[in-house]
T-cell receptor, first 115, second 112 residues
Framework: DAGITQSPRHKVTETGTPVTLRCHQT?????MYWYRQDPGHGLRLIHY???????DKGEVSDGYSVSRSKTEDFLLTLESATSSQTSVYFC??????????????FGPGTRLTVT | LAKTTQPISMDSYEGQEVNITCSHN???????ITWYQQFPSQGPRFIIQ???TKVTNEVASLFIPADRKSSTLSLPRVSLSDTAVYYC?????????????FGTGTRLKVLA
């Protein structure tokens, strides 16, 4: 398995507080992704990064921001958490997109509860 | 990117072949199809990927007809451990960006 870790693994926070989730990879993969997973919705792309300081929005980016200051770390920030952002968040990376295989390697997930 | 549609759930018995079909009517020329498997409390895991015709690996086969508007994941002789959610997604190459849209998944339950 690719060396992808997420921290924290579980978090409970209050509405209106800022929250930052971290994804860390040791594989030197260029592309990194943040998804959220909710019952009935599968996985939905929040933001992704195609290089250091290069990011773009996914399908559900409102209320989220990201940063990638170095290859191995991709941070997801909820500036002011809302109950609708209660979810399981997954990070993923891709080694060689467009070069034969776009296999995404997923982290173990972060369960976030906003009360 | 093309949205995908899959059956919500399927049941099967151990030892049977399972076929899960995914519809992607708006697939574009540069798009390809990938399938993932997800167990509870884990991230998805890659199963197989293809562009057209048939692809086979050690765990599954992927059938894609000529019009590419659908694809079928085939799992030979399933076991109880194949009980999971299976996702079909469409991705695009060539644009310099690699965004992926997951479907809602098919929950496969394998019965003894």
């Amino acid at each position: 398995d690719a060396g992808i870790t997420q921290s924290p693994r579980h978090k409970v926070t209050e509405t209106g507080t800022p929250v930052t989730l971290r994804c860390h990879q040791t594989e030197n993969h260029r592309y990194m992704y943040w998804y959220r997973q909710d019952p009935g919705h599968g996985l939905r792309l929040i933001h992704y990064s195609y290089g250091v300081k290069d990011t773009d929005k996914g399908e559900v980016s409102d209320g989220y921001s990201v940063s990638r200051s170095k290859t191995e770390d991709f941070l997801l920030t909820l500036e002011s958490a809302t109950s609708s952002q209660t979810s399981v968040y997954f990070c993923a990376t891709i080694a060689y997109p467009g070069q034969g295989s776009d296999e995404q390697y997923f982290g173990p997930g972060t369960r976030l509860t906003v009360t | 990117l093309a949205k995908t549609t899959q059956p919500i759930s399927m049941d099967s018995y151990e030892g049977q072949e399972v076929n899960i079909t995914c519809s992607h009517n708006n697939i574009a020329t540069n798009d390809y199809i990938t399938w993932y498997q997800q167990f509870p409390s884990q991230g998805p895991r890659f199963i197989i990927q293809g562009y057209k015709t048939k692809v086979t690996n050690e765990v599954a086969s992927l059938f894609i007809p000529a019009d590419r508007k659908s694809s079928t994941l085939s799992l030979p002789r399933v076991s109880l451990s194949d009980t999971a959610v299976y996702y079909c997604l469409v991705g695009r190459r060539g644009s310099g960006t690699y965004k992926y849209i997951f479907g809602t998944g098919t929950r496969l339950k394998v019965l003894a």
